[in-house]
Each structure stands twice: as C-alpha cells, then as structure tokens.
C-alpha cells in the first residue's frame, strides 16, 4: 500500500498546460470552428444548432437545447456569462477520452481529460500571471507560479481567493480569477447520428 501510494505521488503532474488532440478528425474540426464562430458572434441560436437534443444543462436534471436556452437567458447576466465561459473554455486545448460505457468523447478545456487521475474537488491550475501568497491580501509577500502548475488541497469558499499547495508542497493564497478548477465549465462532444455534436456544458459533478 505504502508502495503504491508512493508511485501515484511520483505519477501527478506538476502541470496541466493546454494540449491539442482533436485534429485528426475533420468533421470535428469543422464543428469545433462553427463554435469559435458562434461564440465570436454572440449567436445563441447559432450555438443551440450545434447541439444534441439531448444536451446536458444541469447536474440538476436539466436537459435539451430548450432547457438550455432557459437557463441561460433567465437573468441579465446570464448571456455575457455564457459567452465569457466559452470564450475561456475555447482557449484552453482540446482532449480525447472514452466514458465509462467506452463511448469516445472530446472535451474543451483538455485539462478536463489530462487531470482525470487527480481529485476534481480539490485540484486547481494555475493560470498564466498567476501568484501564490502569503496570504489572501494584495500586498502580501508572493512568488510567481509557472504556468499551469498544479494546485491542490485547495480550499475554497466562493470568495475571490484559494487556499492551495503546489506540488513541491509550498501553501498559500492565489486569485481565483488567476486560477482554474478542473471541475469549472467544459464543453463535452459526442457523436450523435454519425455527426459531431456539443452534448454537455457544464461545470462541477
């Protein structure tokens, strides 16, 4: 057991930096750029077109492209944190992977994928900028993380700061603005009818 747990140590990655795997697929391709287009304009019914009936809105049990519309148009904010969200996930690489029934899948960001073997809850990536600190004020005593390094043990309660490790074991404060859970809004396609199509966007399990 000691043994064991040794070797996952040694295996986590210190990183977790965009990666592209999704570019031998042209019909992929072709729906991914439709989204970049959509997302760009700002076209909701563009977005809805891409897709599945069965689009998984919520952990809640909210599903389909009328569901989505609903909750993402029910408040003023709703849209511009929509596009905000997907203009984020868009630049964060893409990952292959296979659900548990063995159904390939592809998601936006990659880091959704590359960190499955890590504690979604807990674990957070540093962004590019990002700075650790002694503690949760702006002028506190600070190092300046590399990008996408790994941080866990992070605790979080809404606010606009983490409390996290890095892999070489050093604690403190970072922005959560300067940070990413792996757990945050991620674009999930599957194939549906023989065709690429968006069936989920969500964030946390």
């Known amino acids: 057991m000691i043994l064991t747990a040794l ?18 697929d042209p019909g992929f391709t072709r729906v991914r750029q439709q989204l970049e287009r959509v997302v760009h304009a700002r076209d909701l019914d563009g ?9 998984r809105v919520t952990f809640g049990g909210r ?4 569901g989505f519309r609903e909750h993402w148009t029910s408040a003023p904010d709703d849209r511009p944190h929509l596009w905000r969200e997907l203009d984020r996930a868009l630049r964060l690489g893409c990952a292959e ?16 994928v590359t960190g499955d073997d890590l504690d979604g809850f807990s674990t957070w990536v540093a962004l590019p900028g990002a700075v650790l600190r ?3 004020t702006a002028g506190a005593k600070s190092v300046r993380l590399p990008p996408w390094t790994v941080l866990d ?45 968006i069936t989920a966007f969500v964030a946390g399990d």
């Not at 977005?47 to 689009?55: F, Q, R, T």
């Not at 599903?63 to 009328?66: F, L, P, S, V």
């Not at 992977?97 to 959704?112: E, L, N």
């Open 63 to 66: 599903y389909g492209r009328d």
């Open 47 to 55: 977005l809805l077109s891409l897709m599945s009936k069965d689009v």
């Open 97 to 112: 992977a296979r659900d548990g029934k063995g159904v390939a899948y592809r998601a936006i960001p990659a880091m959704f």
């Open 7 to 24: 070797f996952l140590l040694a295996a986590a990655p210190d990183r977790l930096p965009p990666v592209e795997q999704c570019l031998n």
């Open 134 to 136: 002694a503690r949760p």
């Open 153 to 197: 043990e992070v605790e979080h309660d809404g606010a606009s700061w983490i409390e996290a490790r890095t892999p070489k074991g050093r604690r403190g404060y970072v922005r959560t603005s300067e940070a990413r859970s792996l757990l945050d809004y991620r674009i999930i396609f599957g194939r549906r009818d023989g065709a690429w199509r």
